[in-house]
């Protein structure tokens, strides 16, 4: 299983990018899947999640800017990103539960990061 992220890039302060992440592989099912993003020399953070039927969290810095949203029938997470600020800048990371045939329970994985500068 490889999750494939693109997206990134340079923006600047009141813009807008928008992520995408495709799970490939022998795939039965995906659960939760998420985006996260890891500032200069900071830990690596939540930025939001979606379940499988849609419901979603967001970290309270990026509520109401940041939507994220998904299609089962791609094995695909996006993450819409508006009113992006420079403390928006950082590495981010797709990330899934992912069942795999033959498996009765899920595995987790990491996309690569993807950076987005938010400058002007």
């Known amino acids: 299983v490889q999750l494939q992220a693109s997206g990134g890039g340079l923006v600047q302060p009141g813009g807008s990018l928008r992520f995408s992440c495709a799970a490939s592989?022998?795939?039965?099912?995906?659960?939760?899947m998420r985006w996260y993003y890891q500032a200069p020399g900071k830990q690596r953070e939540l930025v939001a999640s979606?379940?499988?039927?849609?419901?979603?969290n967001y970290a309270d810095s990026v509520k109401g800017r940041f939507t994220i949203s998904r299609d089962n029938a791609k094995n695909t997470v996006y993450l819409q990103m508006n009113s992006l600020k420079p403390g928006d800048t950082a590495v981010y990371y797709c990330?899934?539960?992912?069942?795999?045939?033959?498996?009765?329970?899920?595995?987790?994985?990491w996309g690569q990061g993807t950076l987005v500068t938010v400058s002007s």
């Open positions: 990330n899934a539960d992912v069942r795999v045939p033959d498996r009765n329970y899920y595995d987790n994985y």
């Open positions: 592989g022998s795939i039965f099912s995906i659960n939760r």
């Open positions: 979606i379940t499988s039927t849609g419901g979603t």
